[in-house]
C-alpha cells in the first residue's frame, strides 16, 4: 500500500495546526489570567538570535502553504505577516490551512518520483526527490517552528504540554 504525498502532508499539517490553535488558545488564556500584555508573549523568543513566537508562527504557515503550493505547481497565497495577538495567529493558521486544503491534490500527488527545485536560502537552491521534499525539508521546517512556538509558550509558564504538541484529547 503506498501512501499519497497529499495525503502525508495534510494529515500531519491537519495535526499541527490543531494542535497550535490550542497552544494559542491556551496562550492567550494565560496571558489574560496573569494581566500580561499579548505582545509582550507574541515577541518572546528562547535566545536573542532565535525568532519571536509570532515570527515561529509565520514561518509554520509559510513553509506549509509556500511548500504545498510549489510542489502543485501554484502560485502560493500571499499571507502578510501584520499579526498583533493571538486571534490574529489563529486566524492565519486558519487561512493556511484553507490555502493548503484549496490545493488541487491530483497536481500535488503528480510524479511522486520526480525532483523539484526550491529557494533554500539567500541566492541558493535546492532539488530534491518530491517526497523528501514533503518528508525532509517541508514537514520537518514546520514541525521544527511549531515546536519552538511550544518551547517559547512553556518558557514563559504557559501550561501546555506533549498531548497538546500532538493535539491529543486529554
Do not use: C
Amino acid at each position: 500500500m503506498s501512501i499519497s504525498l497529499s495525503a502525508i502532508a495534510r494529515t500531519q499539517l491537519d495535526q499541527t495546526y490543531r494542535a497550535l490553535d490550542g497552544i494559542l488558545v491556551r496562550a492567550a488564556a494565560h496571558a489574560a489570567e496573569h494581566k500580561v500584555d499579548e505582545a509582550i508573549y507574541l515577541d518572546w523568543r528562547l535566545t536573542p538570535d532565535m525568532f519571536a513566537l509570532k515570527r515561529q508562527v509565520q514561518l509554520v504557515s509559510d513553509f506549509s502553504v509556500r511548500g504545498l503550493s510549489r510542489l502543485a505547481g501554484q502560485e502560493p497565497v500571499s499571507l502578510a505577516d501584520t499579526e498583533a495577538s493571538f486571534e490574529d495567529l489563529r486566524a492565519r493558521l486558519a487561512a493556511a490551512r484553507d490555502a493548503v486544503w484549496a490545493l488541487p491534490v491530483a497536481a500535488i500527488d503528480a510524479d511522486p518520483t520526480g525532483d523539484i527545485s526550491f529557494p533554500a536560502g539567500p541566492g541558493k537552491e535546492m532539488t530534491l526527490p518530491r517526497q523528501a521534499y514533503v518528508q525532509n525539508f517541508m514537514l520537518a521546517n514546520v514541525l521544527f517552528h511549531a515546536a519552538m512556538i511550544y518551547a517559547i509558550l512553556r518558557s514563559i509558564g504557559v501550561p501546555v504540554g506533549k498531548r497538546d504538541f500532538l493535539a491529543v484529547p486529554g
